[in-house]
């Protein structure tokens, strides 16, 4: 068997990515990714020994703006997107018995307009519910399109962010579409996610409400056990002390990162704790050279996380899985998009606290933590990580592979796909 898996994403995106990939191999599959030209993605396949196809535009340059806008805005990169993840997946996906696409809907179209020319088989992901249609939550808002607060009816939002989808998207999808023979489209959302999209989440943190209206197959979080030793600096830092506040905004370019990185050491000083700052892609650095505080780069998350008192974020799905799969405390400080929606999960759930809006100050972040920092806390994280479903992009790699008739692997026991 022979897959393609495809992602225009930030590192969160891709990232469940390699866990699917190995799976996949580990039951004879031949693998390729599709995904940005970013230099710390193609190092994450190539240490797993995943061929990478490069396609589309630096997603780093684009969101930090090292790539200046272009003209036609949100429609000519939604052109470029359709065109490049069309043609580079009809290259790499020559004699594929699958592909499996998630990320931006240009994107995602691109991969699905290969499937329908080539007659290859095409799943959707999801790495959060809140993305796919259900009468149980309301849409993201999309860019520049605002949810009217007058509408509470979560179908009539969703028929709304069909039309808001067509209206960015449509044009650029369709053009391209006609340029390749296939007819146009009316709902271009509803077209690249099906009518059963796969949802690859930890079924406890963040779970598919029944009923609704998709046949949403949920497999569990394509998590990988990461076995990269932490470098010897940070272990010297962690070891010297008490275990530090990990503060880090992943792939989010924070408006001012001055600020930001001194709110999170003066708020997490003020609790009598260390602290560990992550660059990221919004360059956080320290404020001053004291020796409670220390800097870091890219790291192994999954080994830090366990060392660590909690864990301040963005609530991108790829780190709230990690710190939750670690059983750290979280502090989450949702800046947009699904985050919002894990910023809550966290608090629900018991395993830290949701920061109101974007920005913090000293105050308001201390309050959190002030939750976060609790014994309670710390034991209902340790308690929900036990519960965490390591086996996702196994569920994934089966069903795959069942789909193109293959001999099947007995599914683990307690969880039902569908």
């Known amino acids: ?93 020559e004699g594929c018995d699958v592909l499996v696409a998630t990320g931006l809907v240009p994107a995602v179209a691109g991969v699905k307009s290969v499937a329908e020319k080539l007659g290859i088989r095409y799943v959707y992901a999801s790495y959060q519910p809140v993305s796919l249609p259900s009468p149980h939550h309301p849409p993201m808002p999309r860019p520049g399109r605002p949810l009217p607060p007058d509408v509470t009816d979560n179908r009539v939002l969703w028929d ?142 999954q080994a830090l996380f366990r060392r660590v008192a909690a864990v301040v974020h963005h609530g991108g799905a790829g780190t709230t899985t990690t710190a939750t799969w670690a059983g750290a405390p979280q502090v989450v400080v949702p800046q947009g998009a699904d985050q919002p929606y894990f910023a809550g999960r966290v608090a629900d759930l018991g395993i830290g606290a949701a920061h109101d809006g974007p920005t913090s100050t000293t105050e308001s972040l201390a309050a959190a933590l002030g939750t976060a920092l609790t014994p309670d806390t710390r034991a209902r994280a340790s308690a929900v990580a036990d519960t965490f479903r390591t086996d996702g992009a196994a569920v994934a790699a089966r069903l795959l592979l069942d789909a193109v008739g293959g001999a099947l692997p007995a599914m683990p026991e307690g969880l039902d796909p569908r």
Not at 13 to 22: F, I, N
Not at 35 to 43: C, L, S, T
């Open 160 to 301: 709304r962010d069909a039309q808001d989808a067509q209206a960015v998207f449509g044009e650029a999808i369709n053009t391209h579409r006609a340029s390749i023979g296939l007819p146009a489209l009316d709902n271009v959302r509803d077209h690249v996610f099906t009518d059963r999209p796969w949802l690859a989440t930890d079924p406890v943190l963040a779970p598919w409400q029944q009923p609704a209206d998709l046949d949403v197959v949920q497999t569990g979080a394509w998590v990988l056990p990461d076995e990269r030793p932490l470098p010897a600096e940070l272990v010297e830092f962690l070891d010297a002390g008490t275990p530090p506040v990990y503060v880090g905004f992943g792939s989010i370019p924070v408006r001012d990162p001055e600020d930001v990185a001194r709110v999170a050491i003066e708020a997490i000083r003020a609790q009598g704790r260390r602290v560990l700052l992550s660059r990221g892609w919004a360059d956080l650095a320290l404020i001053d050279d004291q020796e409670d505080c220390f800097v870091v780069g890219e790291v192994n998350h």
């Open 1 to 93: 068997m022979r897959v393609l898996l495809s992602a225009y994403d930030s590192r969160g995106g891709v990232e469940p990515l390699l866990g699917l990939a190995v799976r996949l191999r580990e039951l004879g599959a031949e693998v390729r990714v599709c995904a940005p030209p970013d230099e710390e993605f193609a190092k994450r396949l190539a240490v797993v020994g995943v061929e990478m196809v490069p396609t589309g535009r630096s997603v780093r340059d684009l969101v930090t703006g090292k790539t200046p806008p272009s003209p036609g805005g949100v429609p000519r990169r939604a052109a470029e997107l359709v065109a490049a993840f069309h043609d580079n997946v009809t290259v790499a996906a």
